[in-house]
């Protein structure tokens, strides 16, 4: 399965069986070699990488570029107008980092912090609606209750997005990452170019201390940027911001659910919960895969030789089930020792949301077991539907039972 740039494309290994199986796929491949040319379900072809040292390395390597220009021919992600695709996740060094200050002074873990109490106010109050959900109807779904509109809120107040349009957002976003069809893809493109195009009119035409409004000073004061990378930073932290929390609290939780004696050590112990976040991120962070890179010169990963141009896929999801780093990686151990993991990134392209990632995960998960002690799987564990790709693995709902 490994070799060099002359390897056949392999049939997918994303096909039939992975939805079932995802990390025994990727056991099995971590297994045969550490770099894989595989195809992709449109039948793209790639480089798969599957060991933890080769992806660490991989995600703080310079010359695995994020820019398209240094794309050849293959997978290169979603199709976007430029107005949303001049984002942090496709630029290198200097255009990258140039965004990034602009933006991480709202991002800082002193300005988090600051957060706090909107963050609480905001989880007690889904919570809240949680609980009534369950103790009116006997069952209610987590996702749709808590999950989803938890990161809504808390990005939205952050970018002043009215509160008319969030949930369309989601739904958009979701489109937009599992469409149906071509179809749904092309409009949840369009209709999210519509949307962030108007939110920057409208932020620009009523300014406030947002952070949005921030970065059109930026814009139109100082020209620090140009209008397809406000567009663009806009989107990318609205999506981001609010799906992987989403998916976060919705596979953390299911978690904890589904291996009672660490629910059981975390509620008699519940100051253990940072520490079991960060395990979660490890174990059920929904991002199979970091964003595609693009070689600018051949190179060496793993033993195998990749040239300039083909696409790198570097598999988070298989690098946090290696056994050469974490001992029984298939096991969920809050007590873990070793707490590294790869799930926000690492080098130039390291989240730049993880601080407001960590608290609403851990005061969301902290409000659930807390309200709701005798919180159990509202379904079978095999009945639950889960949206999964070759880029990640999450939930669809997850209903839930039994709040006292």
Known sequence: MSGTGEVGVLAQPFGAGFAGDPYGVYARLRAEGAVHRVALP????????????????GLADSRLSVDKKHSGSGFKGFSLPPALDANLLNMDAEDHLRLRR?????????????????????????????????????????????????????????????????????????????PASREELAGAVQEMHRFFVGLVAARRAAPGGDVLSGLIAARDAEDR??????????????????????????????ALLTHPGQLA??????????????????????NHTAIRRFPTEPVEIGGVRIPAG???????ASAHRDPARYPEPDRFDIGRADKGHLALGHGLHYCLGAPLARMQVTLGLGALLRRMPGMRLGVTAEALEWSTTFRFHALRALPVTGSR
Do not use: C
């Open 42 to 57: 449109d039948g793209a072809a790639v480089w798969l990488v599957t060991r933890e040292a080769d992806v660490r390395e």
């Open 310 to 316: 083909d696409t790198v896929l570097l598999s988070l």
């Open 265 to 286: 050590a975390l509620r008699e112990r519940p100051e253990l919960l940072p520490e079991a976040v960060e395990e979660l991120l490890r174990y059920a962070h929904a």
């Open 225 to 254: 940027l140009n209008e397809d990378e406000l567009v663009s930073l806009a989107f990318l932290i609205l999506m981001a911001g609010s799906e992987n929390v989403q998916h976060l609290l919705g596979n953390g939780l299911f």
């Open 102 to 178: 602009l933006v991480a002074q709202g991002f800082t873990p002193r300005h988090v912090e600051g957060m706090r109490a909107s963050v609480q106010a905001a989880v007690d109050g889904f919570a809240d609606r949680l609980v009534a959900r369950v103790e009116g109807e006997g069952v209610a779904d987590v996702v749709a209750e808590f999950a989803r509109p938890l990161p809504l809120k808390v990005i939205g107040d952050l970018f002043a997005v009215p509160e008319g349009d969030r949930e369309r957002f989601s739904r958009w976003v979701a489109g937009m990452l599992t």
